[in-house]
């Protein structure tokens, strides 16, 4: 199915089997596209309860290829984490220091595997409208990286499995996490994307310092690019904040238009829309979804991005810092 844009121009237009599973809906309305108010985000796509308007296409999305051995498989190794066993939360609280306690913390999330870890306050805006706060004050944002050459042959089934493949690496080291918390004695929630059900990722990842957001509606890390995914544990241990660490990405974006020009359906933005009263970098849901579900994949934005290719983030830091030291003489 995989359709990449033509020389002239022309883009994806989606199938007759995803026009008919379509609601009379826009993701983009749902999303609050256009909205200036502030208000809580509204579930649109990753939720498997019968809750969304899209749940037609979620539903189509998970019959597409789902008789592929490399799907099967993959899906498998997910559910494997559903056997490692929950710890118990120890009678006897360690005593630390707030900053001790988040060194230690992510001393051990980069020894169950973690690329990064960053720490904020969780926002009740970061929660769901229709769902509960999780446990707080603090969550820990996990950032897992994903291999450079099986993403850049999407929209392919091995760049799937590849995301669905580092999806389970992220929930298994947001499970272990959680479990080193309890050990200390304090209480935990894993989360894991996409389907994490009752939080939005992406701010509270931006606060915790893991990155910035990119022109696609993704985040870019400043070694990993876009090539990497999400996981978090909420938690009442006590626990130091990270700050958000910008370092030119959001500048490069706005000369940049390399994922635009690479998405097959033009999902991409040229400028920042006003999404739920924040102007930030969007991605058109009703053109990006259609080929997403086509295709069962996507990700091209996030391999052709010029952050995510190996050896080019370090150059990039250094001219962005570059760049910025000049504007501040
Ligand atoms: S994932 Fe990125 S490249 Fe693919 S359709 Fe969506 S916005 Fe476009
Ligand atoms: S490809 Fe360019 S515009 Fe798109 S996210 Fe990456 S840096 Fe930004």
Redesign the pocket.
Known sequence: MAYIRGKNGDV?QPSDMVKEVWPDVSGNDVNGLGVEEKSKPVPVFWRTDGSIAHHDLLMYFYTVDQNDPRIINARKFREANKLIPISEVAETKADMSPEDMSAALKEAAQGFSADDVGITAWREEWTYSDRDQPLGPWTIVLAIDQDFDEMNK??DLDSYVEVVRQYARAGKVAIQVANWIREQGYSAEEKTGPMSEDVIMIPAAIEAGIGELGK???MIHHKMGSNFRLSMVTTDMPLAPDTPKPFGADDFCASCQV?KN???????FNEKQMVRGNEKWF??FD???P??VD?QT?????V?CPWSRPGVADNLLTKMARRRAQAAE
């Open positions: 994806y999407a929209p696609h509606g993704s994922c690479a998405c097959p359906p033009d999902a991409i991605v058109d053109k990006c979804i080929y997403f295709n996507c990700g091209i934005c996030l052709v």
